[in-house]
């Protein structure tokens, strides 16, 4: 289970309050009559599925009922950081300085937020 | 004062009101444990239930003014006046479940909006849609724990707090008024079955149902 923080409760809850909801920071075109066919198919249809840090969006569906995201590592599950909507993660794919085989070993016994 | 369309969902019709538990009471009876109890269940019925969305500046400057209690701004906080009847609890930012004993609901949303006049927000009645379950006793957090995902441990869940969390499978505001007692606003669809769950699990601790 998940011991997932919520940024507007401002503390820890279980995960079964919250609910997935796919990939983060996803913009719509500002113009999509101007889009070509694959740009706008792009927009609806594909989505990434990284092997390591991935920004998603949660919405903590019993509760505050408010969507947030949360950055999370693919390999080990663990959450490394959860923020509000509008605001831009401060840990990526780019910053994460261990190897993704090592966060992955050495968070087997649990998950923290 | 807004335009929006508003009425007292209270009648002065010879129409009979029920509990959402009224059913409930007939289909499951009510069980009279005594003394031996150690954990007593209560309905406090047909209260007046409102849901207040805004922003929080506006909105506690005209609760302030209204009800002379201030809005909530801490997360999972819960303040009641001094007669502890009527209660207003955080539900999200933005959001503030507002509880006054029934008939004072309409009188109360009138006067929030005339106060509020054309500021951003939305008051709705939500008295019909729940119901508002006590639990008190000694058992009372006991049987919580057995039921509730959310930790209810004094030190986690003080007096005064109140979130909203899975109870038994179903969404509930759980919310800790005093010492004694523990509130549970439950739907008014989910009622029978949150009251039948209450007394299966109370069941080891004789409870005890008070109508």
Redesign the interface.
Same mark, same amino acid.
């Given at each position: 289970m998940f011991y997932i923080y919520c940024p507007?409760? $401002? #503390?820890h809850? #279980?995960e079964? #309050?919250f609910r997935p909801k796919g990939q983060a920071h996803i913009e719509r075109p500002a113009e999509p009559e101007a889009c070509s066919d694959e740009e706008w198919g792009n927009y609806l249809f594909f989505r990434n599925n990284p092997r390591g840090v991935h920004h998603e969006m949660w919405v903590h569906a019993? $509760?505050?009922?408010?969507f947030f995201n949360v950055t999370r590592h693919t390999v080990s599950y663990e959450i490394l950081e959860t923020y509000k909507m509008g605001e831009q993660p401060s840990i990526t794919a780019d910053s994460q300085s261990l190897p993704r085989e090592v966060a992955a070993v050495s968070h087997q016994e649990g998950v923290w937020a | 004062m807004s335009n929006a369309a508003t009425f007292d969902t209270r009648t002065d019709s010879a129409i009979p009101m029920e509990s959402p538990l009224a059913y409930s009471y007939r289909r499951s009876g009510a069980p009279a444990t005594g003394p031996a109890s150690r954990v007593t269940l209560r309905e406090r019925a047909l209260l007046g239930h409102l849901i207040v969305r805004g922003g929080a500046i506006a909105l506690d400057e005209a609760v302030r003014g209204v009800l002379g209690i201030s809005l909530p701004g801490q +997360?999972?906080t819960l303040v009641q006046d001094a007669s502890g009847e009527r209660s207003i609890q955080w539900?999200? +930012?933005d959001?503030w479940l507002v509880i006054v004993p029934g008939g004072e609901e309409f009188p109360l949303e009138t006067r929030l909006r005339e106060r509020l006049g054309s500021a951003h927000y939305a008051i709705s009645d939500v008295s019909g849609g729940q119901t508002l379950l006590e639990l008190a006793g000694e058992a009372a957090r006991e049987l919580l724990m057995k039921t509730v995902?959310?930790d209810v441990h004094p030190s986690h869940f003080p007096v005064g707090k109140g @979130? =909203? =969390? @899975?109870f038994a499978k179903a969404?509930t505001m759980l919310r800790r008024p005093d010492e004694e007692r523990w509130e549970l606003v439950v739907r008014r669809s989910f009622a029978d079955y949150c009251y039948r769950w209450l007394l299966d699990a109370g069941a080891e601790y004789g409870v005890n149902v008070e109508q």
């Open positions: 507007y409760c $401002g #503390e809850r #279980e079964e #309050e019993v $509760g505050c009922r408010k | +997360p999972q539900l999200s +930012p959001e995902i959310y @979130v =909203t =969390t @899975v969404a």
